[in-house]
Nanobody, 117 residues
């Protein structure tokens, strides 16, 4: 099973940017599905961005045009670039992977993002 480790969370002022990284061990496959989820305080976990294999990325409406998910197989990293952050983006962000080979699902431990005024 793939192990996932997120990094890059922290405090950021409203309107600012933050890049999250997810290191996959042993690595990434072209057929994998990679996604970023987040869980805001008192709310259920929701998917914010997903990239299925070679398909174009998909985003929830509230982050379209602000967030970008990308994948680097050489570096074994899935990245979530976040811009124009606002308070509703506050939450714990989780990296998710569904193996294109085994269909097994993996989760990272999460990284906290706090957007302050």
């Amino acid at each position: 099973q793939v192990q996932l480790q997120e990094s890059g969370g922290g405090y950021v002022q409203s309107g600012g940017s933050l890049n999250l990284s997810c290191l996959a061990s042993p690595g990434l496959l072209n057929g994998d599905t990679n996604a970023w989820y987040r869980q805001a305080p008192g709310k259920e976990r929701e998917m914010v961005a997903i990239k299925r294999g070679h398909h174009d990325p998909e985003y929830i409406e509230t982050v379209k045009g602000r967030f970008t998910i990308s994948r680097d197989r050489v570096k074994k990293v899935v990245t979530l670039q976040m811009t124009s952050l606002n308070s509703e983006d506050t939450g714990v962000y989780y990296c998710n992977l569904i193996s294109g080979l085994s269909q097994k699902e993996s989760w990272g431990q999460g990284t906290q993002v706090i957007v302050f005024p």
